[in-house]
């Protein structure tokens, strides 16, 4: 009895580590994804935009992930002393000179060594992103030829995705459609577009509604 028990343990603590599989697929998507598992899966955090995005890149194509974090309350806020404010800031200046060439990069196709240089640890990063942060949104990107953007909704598996077509919010974009998975009925909302002289196609998600 024991010896089963034992056994039994070993499996659960097995299982409980292993990596949840989290889908990379543009009509598909995993609800239950917190934000540790995207780290755990390789996802780490962009930069350049004023919201919080972790994603990963894998070949032409790049998911993003919105955390949402909980605004600070005033008295929670910690307030540092003028010195290591200014032994911060030094730093920071130290880091952007011998870093800089990677900082014209895109963060997310810089390998976890160099991007741990340049940005932070990406286990503290974790910490800090997931403490309080919730998944909130996802960002599927697939880059396009030219050739592709015009007729690209008439590559998708009518079998499994319903195709609706909705109005235009640019006359920037090419095509904007949304896409019903027949089988989970999740509605995901898509766009072609040109951005600084590449193509691609969108595809988004709401993990959490806000009233």
């Known amino acids: 009895m024991k010896k089963f028990i034992c056994l039994l343990v070993v499996a659960l603590s097995l299982s409980s580590c292993e990596k949840k599989q989290i889908s990379i697929l543009p009509f598909e998507v995993t609800k239950d994804v ?6 755990d899966g390789g996802y780490k955090r962009s930069f350049g935009v004023d919201v919080i995005l972790i994603g990963k890149k894998m070949n032409d194509t790049t998911i993003y992930y919105q955390i949402d974090i909980p605004p600070i309350n005033p008295e929670e806020i910690i307030f540092y002393n003028s010195n290591e404010n200014i ?23 810089l390998s976890d060594s160099i991007y741990e240089l340049v940005w932070q640890d990406i286990n503290l990063q974790k910490n800090d992103v997931c403490d309080e942060g919730n998944v909130s949104w996802r ?14 909704r008439n ?16 006359q920037y974009l090419i095509d904007q459609f949304d896409v019903v998975n027949l089988i989970t009925k ?3 909302n898509c766009s072609v577009y040109k951005q600084n002289k590449k193509y691609y196609f969108s595809s988004t998600f709401t993990l959490i509604e806000y009233e």
């Open 186 to 188: 999740d509605t995901f």
């Open 87 to 109: 032994l911060t800031v030094i730093d920071t200046l130290d880091r952007v000179t011998k870093y800089d060439k990677y900082l014209e990069k895109d963060a997310l196709e």
């Open 34 to 39: 917190s934000c540790g598992d995207l780290y």
């Open 139 to 152: 960002n599927f990107i697939l880059g396009l030829k030219k050739s592709e953007t015009i007729n690209y």
């Open 155 to 170: 590559t998708i598996d009518t079998t499994k995705y319903k195709i609706l077509d909705v109005e235009k919010e640019s």
